[in-house]
T-cell receptor, first 111, second 119 residues
Framework: DAKTTQPTSMDCAEGRAANLPCNHS???????VYWYRQIHSQGPQYIIH???NNETNEMASLIITEDRKSSTLILPHATLRDTAVYYC????????????FGQGTRLTINP | DSGVTQTPKHLITATGQRVTLRCSPR?????VYWYQQSLDQGLQFLIQ???????AKGNILERFSAQQFPDLHSELNLSSLELGDSALYFC??????????????????FGPGTRLTVL
């Protein structure tokens, strides 16, 4: 599974879009980009995933660059409840089925 | 609410003791995963079961064991507890088919966790 790099922390004002970047320059063609978040000591929560096309669901949008070496998770109208640690995980569908969580990005939404 | 339940929510015990953590996966999910989250190690995968059989093992100590029962609930047994075993223990389950229709084991749904404190 490819290694990912995320900023340690970010701040965003409530009501604005939160854009969380993730670098995964060694991603291979069959690996997906997954995003999870963990709100203070709760269980991690699956947000979204994508392969190469941009994806959107009720929680967020995922923008993957054309070369697939980086991606951005977008929370369109951040609320205080979006304050959490966000994890970007790159993983294929083969091999070990465990998720490997890095340090993630601690996103703080400010009022 | 992910649909995954874990009991107990909190557990306080002494060194040397043995405890059992319980997890019920979402209805219909065959895979159960256990993770440990301590302050200094972050989230670490311990073990996975699929339909009653062990499928993958991570950094699980020999003092720890797990099983998945015919009704698909799972138990994580921790014995000869040490201070360093104090952590949050999460269980997760994954559906048979993913949102895109393909394999789904990377879409894991986590329970609320059990906070274990060893004194």
């Amino acid at each position: 599974d490819a290694k990912t790099t995320q900023p340690t922390s970010m701040d965003c004002a409530e009501g604005r879009a939160a854009n969380l970047p993730c670098n995964h320059s060694t991603i291979s063609g069959n690996e997906y980009v997954y995003w999870y978040r963990q709100i203070h000591s709760q269980g991690p929560q699956y947000i979204i995933h994508g392969l190469k096309n941009n994806e959107t669901n009720e929680m967020a949008s995922l923008i993957i660059t054309e070369d697939r070496k980086s991606s951005t998770l977008i929370l369109p109208h951040a609320t205080l409840r979006d304050t959490a640690v966000y994890y970007c995980i790159v993983k294929g569908l083969q091999g070990a089925q465990k998720l490997v969580f890095g340090q993630g990005t601690r996103l703080t939404i400010n009022p | 609410d992910s649909g995954v339940t874990q009991t107990p929510k909190h557990l306080i015990t002494a060194t040397g003791q043995r405890v059992t953590l319980r997890c019920s996966p979402r209805s219909g999910d065959l895979s159960v995963y256990w993770y440990q989250q301590s302050l200094d190690q972050g989230l670490q995968f311990l073990i996975q079961y699929y339909n009653g059989e062990e499928r993958a093992k991570g950094n699980i100590l020999e003092r720890f064991s797990a099983q998945q029962f015919p009704d698909l609930h799972s138990e994580l047994n921790l014995s000869s507890l040490e201070l360093g075993d104090s952590a949050l223990y999460f269980c997760a389950s994954s559906p048979r088919r993913g949102l895109a229709g393909g394999p789904s084991y990377n879409e894991q749904f986590f329970g609320p966790g059990t906070r274990l404190t060893v004194l």
